[in-house]
């Protein structure tokens, strides 16, 4: 079974900066495609990257674009998120999936898909 676990998480100060990372097992990780998802307090689930199997290609959605980025080791079957100049807006419960996600999923469409999350709060 799909086994994802986020780690990298914490308490920054705006224009810090954090690596996130998840451990993937349980699936061919080289050949998958993976995604970050972030929801913030009281809001819903939103993609915040994805990249495909071996790291070519990616994207962000806006509000991120220049600031965070996606990487991926598949020898470690790690996937990674870097997030640079942070913003109070960025206050969320970070999450990795498999494979590519819709902008805006419904939980239910990520089930056996996604971790636990880890929490990456950004205030003074």
């Known amino acids: 079974e799909v086994r994802l676990v986020e780690s990298g998480g914490g308490l920054v100060q705006p224009g810090g900066s954090l690596r996130l990372s998840c451990a993937a097992s349980?699936?061919?990780?080289?050949?998958?495609?993976m995604s970050w998802l972030r929801q913030a307090p009281g809001k819903g689930l939103e993609r915040v990257s994805d990249?495909?199997?071996?790291?070519?290609?990616?994207s962000y959605t806006d509000s991120v674009l220049g600031r965070f980025t996606i990487s991926r080791d598949n020898a470690e079957n790690a996937l990674y998120l870097h997030l640079n100049n942070l913003k109070p807006e960025d206050t969320a419960m970070y999450y990795c999936?498999?494979?590519?996600?819709?902008?805006?999923?419904?939980?239910?469409?990520?089930?056996?898909?996604w971790g636990q999350g880890t929490q990456v709060t950004v205030a003074s």
């Open positions: 999936a498999k494979g590519w996600v819709a902008e805006s999923p419904d939980p239910s469409e990520l089930t056996g898909l």
């Open positions: 349980g699936f061919t990780f080289s050949t998958s495609a």
């Open positions: 990249i495909n199997m071996d790291g070519s290609i990616t």
